[in-house]
T-cell receptor, first 114, second 114 residues
């Protein structure tokens, strides 16, 4: 909460196009995460990163890509290979990776494929 | 991997009554169990968490209990108020290799009626 931002708030994409969602944090957190939220399915982990220049696939990584070139930034690219990209995307960060470290969420980006 | 089941999916209570939301998890190695509240159109926020070395934790009107043997944990809200209306998510986390990740339940929509 506060200190983690996502842009844009709403995003529309045509089928077959790649699109990149921005996530920035000024909390000096080492770990960052991307989740997808669909109605009735909770939050599902797409990718996570413990530290700069390192990231791991989550449970639903197919059709997505990420980079972590800076500690503050963890952009998510939704590629044309993602078959059902319309969803609410949430970015989160925690001071470090590890059980017990609170994850703080950004306000989310709602992506709609036209 | 970890699987978290959450019940009920919707819950309606009258103001002043108590609400209980239950979750079960599958992996006995999980050792951290947070609860998040998501108000309509807003980001999820941590409201309480419990670690595996504790059986119960309270914070004013909110409490969480953990039964490691049964792999079951619950959120209890007493003296419910209209502002408690939201979607609540449970989650479980375990240290997996070099990082940990949260696995979320599917959420419970709580409606507190006057």
């Amino acid at each position: 909460d506060g200190g983690i931002t996502q842009s844009p708030k709403y995003l529309f994409r045509k089928e077959g196009q790649n699109v990149t969602l921005s996530c920035e944090q000024n909390l000096n957190h080492d770990a960052m995460y991307w989740y997808r939220q669909d109605p009735g399915q909770g939050l599902r982990l797409i990718y996570y990163s413990q530290i700069v220049n390192d990231f791991q696939k989550g449970d639903i990584a197919e059709g997505y890509s990420v980079s972590r070139e800076k500690k503050e930034s963890f952009p998510l690219t939704v590629t044309s290979a993602q078959k059902n990209p319309t969803a609410f995307y949430l970015c989160a960060s925690s001071i470090r990776a590890g059980a017990g470290n609170e994850q703080f969420f950004g306000p989310g980006t709602r992506l709609t494929v036209l | 991997g970890e699987n978290v089941e959450q019940h009920p999916s919707t819950l309606s209570v009258q103001e002043g009554d108590s609400a209980v939301i239950k979750c079960t998890y599958s992996d006995s190695a999980s050792n951290y169990f947070p609860w998040y509240k998501q108000e309509l159109g807003k980001r999820p926020q941590l409201i309480i968490d419990i670690r595996s070395n504790v059986g119960e934790k309270k914070d004013q009107r909110i409490a969480v209990t953990l039964n490691k043997t049964a792999k079951h944990f619950s959120l209890h809200i007493t003296e419910t108020q209209p502002e408690d209306s939201a979607v609540y998510f449970c989650a479980a986390s375990m240290w997996a290799g070099t990082a940990s990740k949260l696995t979320f339940g599917t959420g419970t929509r709580l409606q507190v009626t006057l």
